[in-house]
């Protein structure tokens, strides 16, 4: 098991090395994390010893060329969300994707903090999101023009964009036949990061 700092220096090793080609230097990881080259060396070496890193030709810690190619992440994939007007909606786990959630500016994704949710409806294709994608989504406070999976009233899910007007808070299609959605008791449950098309036209 990584502690939080060794999984922040391995997901800096892994993004550099995609971007440069080449593993960074306990150097430039040090200037990264504003500590001392030592202390830098001592997380490389407790995640080359539990496996994570590999010592290069060059001395510098890093991945193997398949490693680097993408860190996958068992992703569990949610019933649906309506995309439309709420419903009353169980969400059960579907499936699982392996993928990387880097692909959705996701860094250190942990079980329960991302996932996906199935589409249902057309109320967001002026978001270009479309019935039966994937989208997904990380737990985190939503921001006024977030799109989120909401529960609205304790009773019903839908996904919309988050609004607020005139000291209102309202829930947003994406689709001129949807009006808006003005909520007594909102939660997020989510807030999309990314849509997966599943559907070809």
């Not at 890193?53 to 193997?64: E, Q």
Request: glycine residues 8%.
């Amino acid at each position: 098991m990584l502690t939080e700092r060794q999984e922040e220096v391995l997901d800096f090793v892994r993004e550099y090395q995609r971007a440069n080609g080449v593993a960074p230097s306990t150097r430039e990881i040090a200037r990264s994390f504003e500590c001392s080259q030592p202390t830098v060396l001592k997380h490389l070496q407790a995640l080359a010893r539990k496996t994570h890193l590999d010592k290069m030709a060059d001395g510098k810690w890093g991945f193997k060329a398949a490693q680097v190619q993408g860190h996958l992440f068992a992703t569990p994939v949610y019933g649906a969300i309506p995309a439309g007007f709420p419903a009353m909606q169980e969400q059960e786990p579907e499936e699982m994707i392996s993928i990387d959630p880097a692909l959705f500016g996701v860094r250190n994704a942990r079980k329960g903090q991302f996932w996906f949710l199935r589409v249902a409806g057309e109320s967001m294709i002026g978001a270009n999101i479309l019935d039966g994608d994937l989208v997904a989504l990380v737990r985190r406070d939503p921001q006024p023009g977030d799109i989120i999976a909401a529960l609205v009233d304790d009773t019903s899910t839908t996904l919309k964009t988050l609004v607020r007007e005139r000291g209102r808070t309202l829930l947003r299609a994406a689709n001129p036949r949807f009006p808006d959605i003005a909520p007594l008791r909102l939660e997020s449950q989510g807030v999309v990061v990314g849509v997966l098309r599943r559907k070809v036209a």
